[in-house]
């Protein structure tokens, strides 16, 4: 980074400015890694919805993956009404995806200081 000089010739604070940014860099380098790693697990975080009173049951990985959906037997001749809860529990185990990758991105956010990032 260059320096900038007054008209006297002095140093207006150049080495406190390279350490910010070195400093600024670091930890940017340090938050983008942990990002990663927290993208990276999202794969081995599941979530669950059951719906219709546990008629059907979905689960999910927070990497957006549906894993499993049970349903149960007394629903096989209803199908309008298998749909509507299928619709219902894939909408609901969505919701729990998002917030759940909320708040484990905040509490990496938080580790930096940074409120609200997500």
């Known amino acids: ?25 670091k930890m940017q380098e340090e938050l983008q890694k942990k990002i990663q790693e927290l993208e990276e697990s999202f794969s081995q975080i599941e979530v669950e919805a059951s719906v219709g009173g546990g008629a059907v049951r979905i689960v999910a990985t927070c990497d957006r993956r549906v894993k499993d959906i049970e349903i149960d037997e007394d629903l096989k001749e209803d ?11 894939m909408n609901e185990v969505m919701e729990k995806i998002e917030k759940r990758r909320e708040e484990e991105m905040s509490k990496i956010t938080q580790q930096f200081g940074i409120p609200g990032l997500m």
């Open 1 to 25: 980074m260059k320096k900038i000089k007054s008209f006297g010739g002095k140093n207006l604070g150049g080495g406190k400015q390279e350490k910010l940014l070195k400093d600024f860099a």
């Open 79 to 89: 199908f309008d009404t298998l749909k509507d809860l299928l619709i219902a529990g």
